[in-house]
């Protein structure tokens, strides 16, 4: 991805994802990164970043989309996660 915003290096949790951008107009399928830290600004906070690579696609400016979660709710997405992953797990065996 070239005019990333996210920093990716060794330390991004998913450096390739397959992601989807859906606006009212349309639904693109793009490659994304996501990435889980302790925000620098609030290192009360776990951020959840989230960035697609729209380069060629004007429909949709380069951005990146960041939640800033407290440690309870990053658990609960966490817990989530894990229990969804499980489901899909089973689905493919």
């Known amino acids: 991805m070239s005019n990333r915003i996210t920093t990716v290096n060794a330390y991004t949790t998913l450096d390739l994802v ?4 859906e606006t009212h107009e349309t639904a693109l ?5 996501v990435d889980v ?3 620098d600004e609030s ?3 776990v951020v959840l970043s989230v960035e697609l690579d ?3 696609v004007d ?6 989309d960041r ?7 990053a658990e609960t997405l966490a817990d989530d996660l894990n229990e969804y992953a499980a489901d899909a797990r089973e689905e493919s065996d």
């Open 54 to 56: 729209t380069v060629g």
């Open 59 to 64: 429909a949709v400016p380069p951005h990146a």
């Open 29 to 33: 399928s793009l490659d994304g990164v």
């Open 43 to 45: 290192p009360d906070r």
């Open 67 to 73: 939640v800033r979660l407290t440690p309870e709710q």
């Open 37 to 39: 830290a302790v925000g």
């Open 18 to 21: 397959a992601a989807e951008v």
